[in-house]
Protein backbone atom coordinates (compact mmCIF):
# COMPACT_ATOMS: atom_id res chain seq x y z
CA UNK A 1 0.00 0.00 0.00
CA UNK A 2 1.44 3.36 -0.63
CA UNK A 3 2.30 5.26 2.30
CA UNK A 4 4.02 9.08 2.86
CA UNK A 5 6.67 8.51 0.83
CA UNK A 6 4.95 6.70 -2.04
CA UNK A 7 2.32 9.61 -2.39
CA UNK A 8 4.81 12.54 -1.35
CA UNK A 9 6.45 11.20 -4.56
CA UNK A 10 3.25 11.29 -7.32
CA UNK A 11 2.75 14.56 -5.76
CA UNK A 12 5.79 15.72 -6.78
CA UNK A 13 5.89 14.00 -10.41
CA UNK A 14 2.45 15.26 -10.65
CA UNK A 15 2.45 18.66 -9.70
CA UNK A 16 5.60 19.82 -12.48
CA UNK A 17 3.01 18.08 -14.95
CA UNK A 18 -0.34 19.28 -14.93
CA UNK A 19 -0.11 22.38 -12.67
CA UNK A 20 -1.63 25.37 -14.24
CA UNK A 21 -3.89 23.04 -16.73
CA UNK A 22 -7.38 23.18 -17.30
CA UNK A 23 -9.91 19.78 -16.98
CA UNK A 24 -11.43 19.44 -19.96
CA UNK A 25 -13.12 16.07 -19.40
CA UNK A 26 -13.54 13.53 -16.67
CA UNK A 27 -14.46 9.83 -17.73
CA UNK A 28 -15.58 7.57 -14.34
CA UNK A 29 -15.36 4.08 -15.01
CA UNK A 30 -15.95 2.64 -11.62
CA UNK A 31 -19.01 5.01 -10.19
CA UNK A 32 -18.13 4.05 -6.24
CA UNK A 33 -14.95 4.81 -6.43
CA UNK A 34 -15.85 8.96 -7.39
CA UNK A 35 -17.65 10.92 -4.82
CA UNK A 36 -19.26 14.27 -5.97
CA UNK A 37 -20.43 16.20 -9.22
CA UNK A 38 -17.55 15.82 -11.17
CA UNK A 39 -19.15 18.22 -13.95
CA UNK A 40 -18.14 20.67 -11.32
CA UNK A 41 -14.49 20.60 -12.13
CA UNK A 42 -15.10 20.86 -16.26
CA UNK A 43 -12.97 23.83 -17.53
CA UNK A 44 -11.27 24.55 -13.94
CA UNK A 45 -7.61 25.10 -13.37
CA UNK A 46 -5.60 22.51 -11.45
CA UNK A 47 -3.79 25.03 -8.75
CA UNK A 48 -1.81 23.38 -6.61
CA UNK A 49 -0.63 19.79 -5.36
CA UNK A 50 -0.87 18.84 -1.79
CA UNK A 51 -0.26 15.55 0.54
CA UNK A 52 -1.63 14.96 4.06
CA UNK A 53 -1.12 11.45 5.10
CA UNK A 54 -1.88 8.66 2.47
CA UNK A 55 -3.77 11.29 0.84
CA UNK A 56 -2.69 13.20 -2.43
CA UNK A 57 -4.97 16.30 -2.46
CA UNK A 58 -5.50 18.68 -6.13
CA UNK A 59 -6.81 22.22 -6.20
CA UNK A 60 -9.32 22.42 -9.13
CA UNK A 61 -10.65 26.10 -8.77
CA UNK A 62 -12.47 26.55 -4.92
CA UNK A 63 -12.97 22.73 -5.18
CA UNK A 64 -10.23 19.94 -4.06
CA UNK A 65 -9.94 16.54 -5.31
CA UNK A 66 -8.84 14.34 -2.47
CA UNK A 67 -7.39 11.04 -3.77
CA UNK A 68 -6.41 7.64 -1.47
CA UNK A 69 -4.50 5.15 -3.26
CA UNK A 70 -5.65 2.48 -0.97
CA UNK A 71 -4.16 -0.81 -1.43
CA UNK A 72 -3.32 -0.85 -5.14
CA UNK A 73 -3.98 2.46 -6.77
CA UNK A 74 -1.84 4.20 -8.92
CA UNK A 75 -2.43 7.57 -10.96
CA UNK A 76 -0.17 7.72 -14.27
CA UNK A 77 0.22 10.73 -16.19
CA UNK A 78 0.25 11.11 -20.32
CA UNK A 79 1.19 13.60 -22.20
CA UNK A 80 -0.78 14.18 -26.18
CA UNK A 81 0.56 11.50 -28.46
CA UNK A 82 2.36 9.38 -25.83
CA UNK A 83 2.06 6.41 -26.55
CA UNK A 84 2.08 3.92 -22.46
CA UNK A 85 5.47 2.69 -21.93
CA UNK A 86 6.50 -0.56 -21.19
CA UNK A 87 8.44 -0.61 -17.96
CA UNK A 88 8.33 -4.62 -17.86
CA UNK A 89 5.68 -4.93 -14.88
CA UNK A 90 3.11 -7.95 -14.81
CA UNK A 91 -0.17 -8.05 -15.92
CA UNK A 92 -2.40 -6.86 -13.71
CA UNK A 93 -0.45 -3.32 -12.83
CA UNK A 94 0.74 -3.19 -16.15
CA UNK A 95 0.66 0.32 -17.67
CA UNK A 96 1.41 -1.01 -20.89
CA UNK A 97 -1.77 -0.18 -22.16
CA UNK A 98 -3.74 3.13 -20.98
CA UNK A 99 -6.90 2.71 -20.28
CA UNK A 100 -6.91 -1.17 -19.31
CA UNK A 101 -9.06 -3.31 -17.01
CA UNK A 102 -7.72 -1.63 -13.53
CA UNK A 103 -8.58 1.88 -15.00
CA UNK A 104 -11.42 3.42 -12.73
CA UNK A 105 -11.11 7.10 -13.80
CA UNK A 106 -9.67 8.88 -16.48
CA UNK A 107 -9.35 13.15 -16.15
CA UNK A 108 -8.32 14.64 -19.43
CA UNK A 109 -6.31 18.39 -19.46
CA UNK A 110 -6.66 20.66 -22.20
CA UNK A 111 -3.77 19.83 -23.02
CA UNK A 112 -4.68 16.55 -24.26
CA UNK A 113 -2.84 15.23 -21.13
CA UNK A 114 -4.00 12.20 -19.28
CA UNK A 115 -4.71 11.07 -15.89
CA UNK A 116 -5.55 7.13 -15.25
CA UNK A 117 -6.69 6.16 -12.21
CA UNK A 118 -6.22 2.71 -12.07
CA UNK A 119 -7.02 0.25 -8.79
CA UNK A 120 -7.32 -3.49 -8.97
CA UNK A 121 -8.76 -3.89 -6.13
CA UNK A 122 -11.08 -1.33 -5.84
CA UNK A 123 -10.67 0.21 -2.39
CA UNK A 124 -9.15 3.56 -3.06
CA UNK A 125 -11.33 6.78 -4.19
CA UNK A 126 -11.41 10.13 -5.33
CA UNK A 127 -13.39 12.88 -3.23
CA UNK A 128 -14.30 16.21 -5.04
CA UNK A 129 -15.05 18.55 -1.83
CA UNK A 130 -16.01 22.47 -1.16
CA UNK A 131 -12.84 24.03 0.43
CA UNK A 132 -14.69 24.06 3.79
CA UNK A 133 -15.32 20.18 3.75
CA UNK A 134 -11.49 19.37 3.50
CA UNK A 135 -10.65 20.48 7.01
CA UNK A 136 -13.46 17.94 8.68
CA UNK A 137 -12.38 15.08 6.00
CA UNK A 138 -8.86 15.21 7.63
CA UNK A 139 -9.69 15.62 10.76
CA UNK A 140 -9.03 12.59 12.55
CA UNK A 141 -5.45 12.46 11.28
CA UNK A 142 -2.45 13.39 13.66
CA UNK A 143 0.66 15.71 12.70
CA UNK A 144 2.53 15.02 9.66
CA UNK A 145 6.13 13.37 10.79
CA UNK A 146 7.96 15.62 8.42
CA UNK A 147 6.64 18.80 9.73
CA UNK A 148 7.28 20.93 13.02
CA UNK A 149 4.34 20.07 15.07
CA UNK A 150 5.20 16.26 15.21
CA UNK A 151 7.64 17.03 18.13
CA UNK A 152 9.83 14.91 20.03
CA UNK A 153 7.63 15.95 23.02
CA UNK A 154 4.65 15.18 21.56
CA UNK A 155 5.37 11.96 19.89
CA UNK A 156 6.90 10.85 23.93
CA UNK A 157 3.58 11.62 25.25
CA UNK A 158 1.76 9.73 22.33
CA UNK A 159 3.54 6.88 23.75
CA UNK A 160 3.77 7.18 27.44
CA UNK A 161 0.01 7.32 27.37
CA UNK A 162 -0.49 3.54 25.83
CA UNK A 163 0.29 -0.10 26.32
CA UNK A 164 -0.38 -0.88 22.55
CA UNK A 165 3.13 -2.81 20.80
CA UNK A 166 4.44 0.06 18.94
CA UNK A 167 4.39 -1.15 15.67
CA UNK A 168 0.59 -0.61 16.07
CA UNK A 169 1.02 2.69 17.25
CA UNK A 170 3.44 4.13 14.72
CA UNK A 171 0.61 2.91 11.86
CA UNK A 172 -2.13 4.63 14.07
CA UNK A 173 -3.29 7.73 11.83
CA UNK A 174 -4.16 9.35 14.83
CA UNK A 175 -0.59 9.32 16.66
CA UNK A 176 1.50 10.21 13.29
CA UNK A 177 0.04 10.54 10.21
CA UNK A 178 1.12 8.33 6.74
CA UNK A 179 3.23 5.49 8.40
CA UNK A 180 2.12 1.75 6.91
CA UNK A 181 3.38 -1.66 7.59
CA UNK A 182 6.52 -1.14 4.88
CA UNK A 183 8.01 1.63 6.80
CA UNK A 184 6.78 0.74 10.42
CA UNK A 185 9.04 -2.55 9.71
CA UNK A 186 12.25 -0.51 8.32
CA UNK A 187 11.44 2.60 11.03
CA UNK A 188 11.59 -0.01 13.98
CA UNK A 189 14.62 -1.95 12.42
CA UNK A 190 16.25 1.37 11.96
CA UNK A 191 15.85 2.22 16.10
CA UNK A 192 16.28 -1.17 17.20
CA UNK A 193 13.30 -1.70 18.58
CA UNK A 194 11.15 -4.60 18.95
CA UNK A 195 7.74 -4.27 17.05
CA UNK A 196 5.67 -6.05 19.95
CA UNK A 197 7.42 -3.67 23.14
CA UNK A 198 4.39 -2.09 24.32
CA UNK A 199 5.06 1.20 23.69
CA UNK A 200 4.92 3.06 26.78
CA UNK A 201 8.01 0.49 27.74
CA UNK A 202 9.96 2.84 26.21
CA UNK A 203 12.69 4.48 27.97
CA UNK A 204 13.45 8.27 26.86
CA UNK A 205 16.79 6.99 25.10
CA UNK A 206 14.58 4.77 22.85
CA UNK A 207 12.17 6.98 21.99
CA UNK A 208 14.20 9.82 21.08
CA UNK A 209 15.78 7.36 18.97
CA UNK A 210 12.74 6.41 16.99
CA UNK A 211 11.82 9.77 16.62
CA UNK A 212 14.80 10.13 14.74
CA UNK A 213 14.28 7.23 12.85
CA UNK A 214 11.11 7.71 11.42
CA UNK A 215 11.90 10.54 9.97
CA UNK A 216 15.32 9.62 8.18
CA UNK A 217 13.46 6.29 6.91
CA UNK A 218 10.69 8.54 5.19
CA UNK A 219 13.18 11.17 4.03
CA UNK A 220 15.47 8.05 2.43
CA UNK A 221 12.51 6.48 0.86
CA UNK A 222 11.28 9.65 -0.95
CA UNK A 223 14.41 10.59 -2.27
CA UNK A 224 14.31 7.47 -3.38
CA UNK A 225 10.96 7.48 -4.97
CA UNK A 226 9.31 5.33 -2.97
CA UNK A 227 8.89 1.55 -2.62
CA UNK A 228 7.35 -0.67 -5.25
CA UNK A 229 7.41 -3.94 -3.08
CA UNK A 230 6.46 -7.85 -4.31
CA UNK A 231 3.02 -7.18 -5.74
CA UNK A 232 4.16 -4.23 -7.64
CA UNK A 233 1.27 -1.91 -7.15
CA UNK A 234 2.52 1.10 -6.35
CA UNK A 235 4.60 2.94 -9.64
CA UNK A 236 5.29 6.66 -10.34
CA UNK A 237 3.19 8.70 -12.29
CA UNK A 238 5.45 8.11 -15.27
CA UNK A 239 5.06 4.37 -14.86
CA UNK A 240 8.34 3.65 -13.73
CA UNK A 241 9.05 1.96 -10.07
CA UNK A 242 10.36 3.32 -7.15
CA UNK A 243 13.33 2.55 -5.93
CA UNK A 244 13.34 1.69 -2.59
CA UNK A 245 12.44 -1.42 -2.37
CA UNK A 246 16.23 -2.29 -3.07
CA UNK A 247 17.32 -0.24 0.19
CA UNK A 248 14.72 -2.00 2.52
CA UNK A 249 16.39 -3.98 5.25
CA UNK A 250 13.31 -6.21 6.70
CA UNK A 251 10.05 -5.69 4.76
CA UNK A 252 9.58 -8.29 2.78
CA UNK A 253 12.94 -10.21 3.69
CA UNK A 254 11.99 -13.17 5.59
CA UNK A 255 14.25 -16.04 6.11
CA UNK A 256 17.47 -13.77 5.23
CA UNK A 257 20.28 -12.42 6.51
CA UNK A 258 20.12 -9.34 8.81
CA UNK A 259 22.40 -6.86 7.30
CA UNK A 260 23.10 -5.96 11.39
CA UNK A 261 24.07 -9.35 12.15
CA UNK A 262 24.71 -12.86 11.47
CA UNK A 263 20.92 -13.86 12.28
CA UNK A 264 18.02 -13.96 10.06
CA UNK A 265 15.11 -11.57 9.55
CA UNK A 266 11.67 -12.76 10.88
CA UNK A 267 8.11 -12.47 10.02
CA UNK A 268 5.10 -12.32 12.96
CA UNK A 269 1.36 -11.29 12.60
CA UNK A 270 0.41 -8.26 14.17
CA UNK A 271 -3.36 -6.79 14.49
CA UNK A 272 -2.83 -9.35 10.84
CA UNK A 273 -0.46 -7.49 9.13
CA UNK A 274 3.11 -8.95 8.80
CA UNK A 275 6.14 -7.70 10.71
CA UNK A 276 9.48 -8.30 9.43
CA UNK A 277 12.52 -7.93 12.46
CA UNK A 278 15.29 -9.31 13.71
CA UNK A 279 14.94 -10.34 17.13
CA UNK A 280 18.47 -10.14 18.26
CA UNK A 281 19.32 -6.03 16.72
CA UNK A 282 15.96 -5.30 18.02
CA UNK A 283 15.32 -5.40 21.64
ZN1 LIG B 1 20.06 -8.68 13.22
Redesign the pocket.
Known amino acids: MPELPEVETVKRQLEKRIVGKRISSIKILSKKQFLGNFQKTIGQQIDRLWRRAKILAINVGRLTLLVHLKMTGQIIYLSKNRKPISVGHPLPFSPNQLPNKTTRVIIELEDGSRLFFNDLRKFGWIKLLDGDKIEKELSGLGPEPLEKDFSLDYFSKKLANTRRMIKIVLMDQAVVAGIGNIYASEIL?EAGINPARQANSLSNREVANLYRAIKKILLQAIDYGGTSAADQAYIRPDASPGRYQNKLRVYQREGKE????????KRIKQANRSTFF?????Q
Open positions: FCFGCFGKVCSSCQ
